[in-house]
């Protein structure tokens, strides 16, 4: 949620107050981009502070994480150890909500 507000500073044009990887707002060439995901961002730390839609918010988190995750590794290793926690976190997450997830992976589905 405060990468998010800080994300926020960043289109605005204001100086933010955490540091941003360079090579993450070079990617975001199209400034609609980077309004949605951090809103998404905003939206989804929001929703898991308050204990609500957690496993939907848990699926729209999986492609940005991946995102912040990939971007780390691969091009920018500044912010590394910050999205490492942060996939673990995530992880954990996912592992303690398992139980929400476990029926989209079931072959044969019984009807409701």
Same mark, same amino acid.
């Given at each position: 949620?405060?990468?998010?507000? $800080?994300?926020?500073?960043?289109?605005?044009? %204001?100086?933010?107050?955490?540091?941003?990887?360079?090579? &993450?707002? &070079? %990617?975001?060439? *199209?400034?609609?981009?980077?309004?949605?995901?951090?809103?998404?961002?905003?939206?989804?730390?929001?929703?898991?502070?308050? $204990?609500?839609?957690?496993? %939907?918010?848990?699926?729209?988190?999986?492609?940005?994480?991946? $995102?912040?995750?990939?971007?780390?590794? *691969?091009?920018?290793?500044?912010?590394?150890?910050? &999205?490492? %926690?942060?996939?673990? &976190?995530?992880?954990?997450?996912?592992?303690?909500?398992?139980? $929400?997830?476990?029926?989209?992976?079931?072959?044969?589905?019984?009807?409701?």
């Amino acid at each position: 949620m405060v990468a998010g507000v $800080n994300g926020y500073f960043v289109i605005f044009g %204001l100086e933010p107050f955490i540091a941003t990887s360079p090579e &993450a707002m &070079a %990617l975001f060439e *199209f400034k609609y981009l980077l309004v949605v995901e951090k809103s998404l961002e905003i939206i989804c730390g929001t929703l898991l502070l308050t $204990n609500q839609f957690v496993p %939907l918010t848990i699926a729209i988190l999986a492609p940005i994480i991946a $995102n912040i995750l990939m971007l780390h590794l *691969f091009l920018d290793h500044s912010l590394l150890i910050l &999205a490492l %926690l942060l996939a673990i &976190a995530y992880v954990y997450l996912l592992f303690f909500y398992w139980g $929400n997830f476990i029926r989209i992976l079931e072959r044969r589905p019984k009807p409701s």
